[in-house]
């Protein structure tokens, strides 16, 4: 069973930083592409990055520049590195794998991901 489990979201102010963490289980890690994407109240899950099994980083123009993705593949985790937060960046934050044996390029729309873990809030007051 795969299991991903989001942790490090929470209330932080405009400027700050948080990271947040993706513990992977019972998939093929090193095989899967690892990504974020998040929702605000009354809109549609979007992306937010994701980084390919051969450790290629992709953002949305929103968050170039502030955020970094980062995976571990020998502890099954991927990170979000959230820096210069803004208030718009208010949301739930959630992990997703996406199992990739062909080395395709790392996709972006939600519809293509395989997996999705819980989600964790994170809050960015002015």
């Known amino acids: 069973q795969v299991q991903l489990v989001e942790s490090g979201g929470g209330l932080v102010q405009a400027g700050g930083s948080l990271r947040l963490s993706c513990a992977a289980s019972?998939?093929?890690?090193?095989?899967?592409?690892m990504g974020w994407f998040r929702q605000a109240p009354g809109k549609e899950r979007e992306f937010v990055a994701a980084?390919?099994?051969?450790?290629?980083?992709v953002y949305v123009d929103s968050v170039k520049g502030r955020f970094t993705i980062a995976r571990d593949n020998g502890a099954n985790t991927v990170y979000l590195q959230m820096n210069s937060l803004k208030p718009e960046d208010t949301a739930v934050f959630y992990c997703?794998?996406?199992?990739?044996?062909?080395?395709?390029?790392?996709?972006?729309?939600?519809?293509?991901?395989?997996?999705w873990g819980q989600g964790t809030q994170v809050t960015v007051s002015s």
């Open positions: 019972g998939l093929s890690f090193t095989n899967s592409d």
């Open positions: 980084i390919s099994r051969d450790d290629l980083p």
């Open positions: 997703a794998a996406d199992f990739n044996p062909l080395r395709r390029p790392a996709r972006t729309s939600d519809r293509d991901w395989d997996y």
